[in-house]
């Protein structure tokens, strides 16, 4: 409905085939138009968490519902709609010729066609300045350029939560500027996985930490940042 968050997980717990106990009980609200980072030290569970967002993972037990709907196995393709995944490394989205073809593979996917389809890639482009990019190989762009690119791919299925793996990794600071502006621009909701702790304070108003599978701390990222503590206790790095 219109009025549920954009995302509620509950009791979320995950262990790998392994046996490893990579999320023991994460409980997270994000309201509709927040931007969210998740902070944490190498191995504390975020990108495993950010996986049972849109149905990648199963979880052992908990629950996740986006926009009040059940992330479940009958769901499957509307919560891939609504939820849409930024990988840390580009070169895992982008795999077509060129990047008008990427950028239009997963709106065509979830059925967008002809006119509609070219005007949602146009404007995915022009939302992350590659326009003028779009008949070119991904292979011959820069390392930002082709971040920006994965984004737009995201973007042109218009999803209701973004969630960025590390967005501003292995970026000059250029780049970097440039990608903030693009994700502020976007206005919408927004949960960044971050270890550039400058960066979530500059984008994310929020903040949630998680070690050893948990959410340990969650609040105005000013706040989490200035505590130094707590930021050590966690093995982060200003
Ligand atoms: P980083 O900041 O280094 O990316 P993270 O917080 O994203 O770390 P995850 O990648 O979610 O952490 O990993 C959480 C835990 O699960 C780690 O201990 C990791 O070694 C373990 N893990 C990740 N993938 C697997 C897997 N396929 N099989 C077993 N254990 C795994």
Redo the contacts with the bound molecule.
Sequence with gaps: SDSAPALEASGLAFR???G?R?LTGVDLRVERGERVAVL??????????TLHFNGVLRAESGSIHVGGLPVDSRNLKEIRRRVGLVFQDPDDQLFMPTVREDVAFGPANFGVRGAALAERVRSALDAVGMAEHADRSPLHLSGGQRKRVALAAVLACQPELLVLDEPSSNLEPVARRELAEVLLAWGGTMLM?T?DLPYALQLCPRSVL?DDGTVVADGPTAELLANAELLAAHRLEL
């Excluded at 944490?40 to 968490?49: C, D, L, Q």
Aim: proline content about 11%; charged content about 10%; cysteine-free.
């Design positions: 790998y085939p392994d490893h990579a944490g030290p190498n191995g504390a569970g975020k990108t495993t968490m996985v270890h998680i």
